[in-house]
């Protein structure tokens, strides 16, 4: 008696509402110590509080098919058979997510296809975290709009076959449902006025920068014109003394070769002259040779210091 249908129960999809639960998972629920002790005599009031109660969802599990609550709860809804409003309310309701769960399951179950685009697709918006029991009987998190969307997709759910409903392209050719409304669309045409807006502030910023850059070129070019005598004058100066200069040099060399030359003659006819006084004995010639070499090594010093003064100003003369 505990397990039959209440008279009042009409035919879903032309069958008893139980029987769109498997036999086997059907005689594994009513020998269920939940279902014996929770489930006994459950009326339509009392059987929220029991959805209150419950902490994650989920099919079958372990060895020996045991049924979760959540599963226990679906089959006793198909048993009693609860009014659509209570069904709209379970779904309406926000504060306890699992609630809302199982009565989108059995409306899924249950339900028209226009009533499941109707009542499930809003839940889409809904993103709190579920816990759900695989068959190995650990948990894992789904989300809500996760499992909205595997009840309008998939072919089973929570270990139940479930009924077969049109696709929502042809209720909408056949004008029994109007086109989808996504939220994201509106967040989409947001975000791309956003992003126009954006590009023409770019486009005026970078506007301004290239008049100033403009501006700017012109005064330069007119400051330009300006000093243009003053600098001429410069350069004439800058090369009028690098000229001066070079004329200079080649004087220098002409005259540090010419030096060169009389020091190196010089050097040999005393060493002639300090050989002869050396064959005669004379004692004056270790006095001429270090007089010599001291003048050699001093000349020979200038030379360096003005080879280097040189070299700089070649190098400043580069630089200009």
């Not at 086997?24 to 020998?31: G, P, T, V």
């Not at 609550?69 to 069904?87: A, G, H």
């Not at 967040?187 to 486009?203: H, K, P, Q």
């Amino acid at each position: 008696m505990a397990n039959r249908t209440v008279k009042e129960a009409k035919n879903i999809h032309g069958t008893n509402p139980q029987y769109l639960v498997e036999k086997i998972i059907r005689s594994r629920i009513y020998d269920s110590k939940y279902w014996k002790e929770q489930c006994f005599a459950l009326t339509a009031e009392l059987l929220v509080d029991k959805a209150m109660e419950l902490r994650f969802i989920g099919g079958v599990y372990g060895g020996n098919i045991k049924p979760t609550q959540f599963l226990c709860l679906t089959l006793k809804m198909l048993q009693i058979q609860p009014e659509k409003d209570i069904v709209v309310e379970f779904i309406k309701n926000e504060e306890f997510k699992y609630v809302r769960a199982l009565g989108a399951f059995y409306l899924r179950l249950t339900g028209s296809a226009l009533d499941c685009y109707k009542y499930l697709e809003p839940l889409y918006n809904d993103n709190r975290k579920l816990r759900r029991q695989n068959r190995a009987g650990q948990y894992e998190i789904v989300h809500m709009d996760d499992f909205i969307d595997e009840l309008l997709r998939s072919d089973r759910v929570c270990d139940i076959i479930l009924p077969r409903i049109q696709k929502r392209t042809v209720l909408e050719e056949n004008n029994e449902l109007e086109p989808k409304i996504s939220s994201l669309d509106e967040d989409l045409d947001d975000d791309v006025v956003s992003d126009e807006e954006a590009g023409a502030d770019r486009n005026e910023e970078t506007k301004k920068p290239s008049l100033l850059s403009k501006k700017r070129s012109r005064r330069g070019h007119s400051r330009s014109r300006s000093r243009s005598p003053i600098g001429s004058g410069l350069r004439e100066q800058r090369t009028g003394r690098t000229r001066d200069y070079d004329t200079q040099l080649e004087d220098y060399s002409r005259q540090r070769d010419r030096d060169r030359e009389r020091d190196r003659f010089g050097v040999s006819s005393s060493s002639t002259s300090n050989r002869h006084w050396e064959d005669r004995g004379g004692s004056g010639t270790n006095y001429r040779r270090d007089e010599y070499r001291d003048d050699y090594r001093r000349e020979d010093y200038k030379d360096r210091r003005y080879d280097n003064r040189d070299s700089r100003n070649e190098r400043d003369r580069r630089r200009h």
